[in-house]
């Protein structure tokens, strides 16, 4: 129908550069310490262009960790990660690899786009200037074509009728739309979603899965999610991976790690959280 094609279009320029399928996120062999807490270990794994990944299990498994390494919020001890082929913690200097310097890093962070369980919207900014602020200042668009992306994308988390209000005269639920909606308005390649309705009355739940759901079918983004509601997980992703520990006991497609996983602890987590 005319809502979801338009919708099509105007995702179509989310993902950018478009699509390819090669791989866009890869760890490899990362270690996270706090203090004694070795928080991963070792961690190996990536993700293809356009997929949808989910990270699941325990708390303190490490799962957050792995999305604030991506925003560099935190640095690894040990190991490297890449994405879109270059390397996010490390650059080439005189044919040697370095720790990667703060210019390096902001231009391979542009790739991603995080969205928090708690908002985090600029509460003094009304929800247009906080979805156009970065825009224009970090990737130099002008005010006018900043506001027509950002209304194009109000319009997709439904909130078109909003966009004079301060976040505080919004629900959380909205709140959260207008923090999808602010990510992807930077056009990353990947978005990072951590337990993005935790914070969340149940009600107000739905509305926002809603919106990822439509914005993983209808788009070319790729996803990487931590996330409690296995329903939604089991919808949207291509591949899960389970986490323990700070290591991937196990992935595979939702259908398998869900209906029939091959490691107990998985049995055990998806047996107390389903
Ligand atoms: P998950 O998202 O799977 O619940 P996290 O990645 O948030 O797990 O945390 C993994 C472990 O790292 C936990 O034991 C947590 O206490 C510890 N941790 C996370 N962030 C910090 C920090 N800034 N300082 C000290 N310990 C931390």
Known sequence: DTAQTETAQTLDA??????DGS???RFDQVTKRFGD???????????????HVTLIGPSGSGKTTILRLLMTL??????????????????????????AGEKHVREVRKNIGMVFQQFNLFPNMKVLRNITEAPVTVLGLSKDEAEERAR????LVGLREHVDKYPGQLSGGQQQRVAIARA???????LLLDEVTSALDPELVVGVLDVLRDI???????????THEMNFARDIS?????????????????????????????????????
């Open 152 to 155: 194009e994308l109000l319009e």
């Open 14 to 19: 989310v993902a950018d550069p478009p699509v």
């Open 23 to 25: 791989e866009l996120i």
């Open 37 to 51: 807490n070795t928080v991963l270990d070792r961690l190996d794994f990536s993700v293809d262009s356009g997929k």
């Open 238 to 274: 291509d591949q899960v991976l389970m986490f323990d520990s700070g290591r991937v006991i196990e992935s595979g497609p939702p259908q398998k790690i869900f209906s029939d996983p091959e490691q107990e602890r998985t049995r055990e987590f998806l047996g107390a959280v389903l």
């Open 216 to 226: 993983a079918r209808s788009t070319d983004i790729t996803m990487l999610c931590v």
């Open 74 to 99: 935190a640095t690894p001890d040990e190991g490297t990660i890449k994405v879109g082929g270059a390397y996010l913690t490390h650059e080439e200097r005189g044919g040697k690899l370095v720790r």
């Open 184 to 190: 992807l308005a930077m056009r990353p390649r990947v």
